[in-house]
């Protein structure tokens, strides 16, 4: 491993080189260092160097993995923020709208349960086509969205590809249990709608 004072005198030979190659030279050249310290040792490094170079004319790139990893983060933690926050809205907003309209509809149909009960409908028989229309309109949903992804998966796959995210693997699991939580959250949903729409049709 390197120290960085070393790397500053490798600097100056490498500096020195070039000089006497002069300024219409088009050759390009890249000189790599193993440096064993801190982040922040590391970010200051790379940032004295450009500043040497800039400071003698030469059009030089520093590149350091710490300062590629903060790129990175800044740039897909932006991306990675603005998906789960559009997605947590979404979510909000879908089972909202498909809760309040199942309890205004519980209110809606509590007279028509109130005939068949009359005419000899049970109440578990009513429990179990309550179950079953809330079922149908909370996952249908969710299935019609499966559907729509697995077909789409191929289009994401290459539009992931263009920000250089090539782990497909990766992506078929990421899909696979976000599917799943949103299941999960829809089936939580799903029994608090339930229960509380048998109140409205039994009270």
Excluded: C, W
């Excluded at 990893?69 to 947590?88: E, P």
């Amino acid at each position: 491993m390197a120290s960085e004072t070393d790397i500053v005198e490798s600097y100056v030979v490498f500096l020195k080189d070039i000089n006497l190659i002069g300024s219409n030279d088009n050759r390009k050249y890249l000189v790599s260092f193993d440096v064993e310290s801190s982040d922040q040792n590391i970010l200051l490094l790379a940032n004295n160097l450009n500043q040497k170079f800039m400071e003698n004319g030469l059009t030089v790139r520093i590149e350091s993995p710490v300062a590629n990893r903060q790129h990175f983060y800044m740039l897909y933690g932006g991306l990675f923020f603005i998906g789960i926050f559009l997605g947590s809205l979404f979510l909000m907003a879908t089972v909202l709208i498909i809760y309040y309209k199942q309890i205004s509809e519980g209110y809606d149909d509590k007279v028509r349960f109130e005939i068949l009960q009359k005419v000899g409908m049970s109440k578990n028989e009513i429990q179990r086509t309550i179950k079953s229309q809330i079922l149908t309109v909370f996952f249908l949903p969710l299935a019609s969205t499966v559907l729509h992804i697995t077909f789409a998966f191929p289009i994401i796959t290459k539009l992931l590809a263009v920000l250089n995210l090539n782990n497909v693997a990766l992506f078929r699991l990421s899909t696979v249990m976000t599917i799943l939580v949103f299941a999960a959250i829809y089936a939580a949903i799903y029994s608090l709608t339930a229960r509380e729409y048998y109140r409205i049709v039994n009270d």
